[in-house]
Nanobody, 125 residues
Framework: QVQLVESGGGLVQPGGSLRLSCAAS????????IGWFRQAPGKEREGLLCISRNDHTTVYIDSVKGRFTIARGNVRNTVYLQMNNLKPEDTAVYYC??????????????????WGQGTQVTVSS
């Protein structure tokens, strides 16, 4: 399994920005599709965006379109989630995920087998 680690979460005011990182130890993530998900208290985990192996990006929920973007870093084992104009409803634990046995993106958490531990994002004034 690919071991993923998220970082970059924290407390931010509404309208602010954060950049989350998803890194892998010992793997070059440019050989994998990477999805970003979030889970708020009492809610199901939901798929946000995904970047495919050929860098095609997909956004899965309307509420983050135009505010969140996904991109690979210059460092081959990192994928970023840039979040702008954050809102209180974006408060959640954010996860990145992949699956080495699948080769396409999906917004369904069940299609991923390797997950990071998550990073908390809190949007509050």
């Amino acid at each position: 399994q690919v071991q993923l680690v998220e970082s970059g979460g924290g407390l931010v005011q509404p309208g602010g920005s954060l950049r989350l990182s998803c890194a892998a130890s010992g793997y070059a993530l440019d050989g994998y599709h990477i999805g970003w998900f979030r889970q708020a208290p009492g809610k199901e985990r939901e798929g946000l965006l995904c970047i495919s192996r050929n860098d095609h990006t997909t956004v899965y929920i309307d509420s983050v379109k135009g505010r969140f973007t996904i991109a690979r870093g210059n460092v081959r084992n990192t994928v970023y989630l840039q979040m702008n104009n954050l809102k209180p409803e974006d408060t959640a634990v954010y996860y990145c995920a992949t699956d080495r046995n699948r080769y396409s993106c999906s917004g369904d958490p069940g299609m991923y087998s390797s997950w990071g531990q998550g990073t908390q994002v809190t949007v509050s004034s």
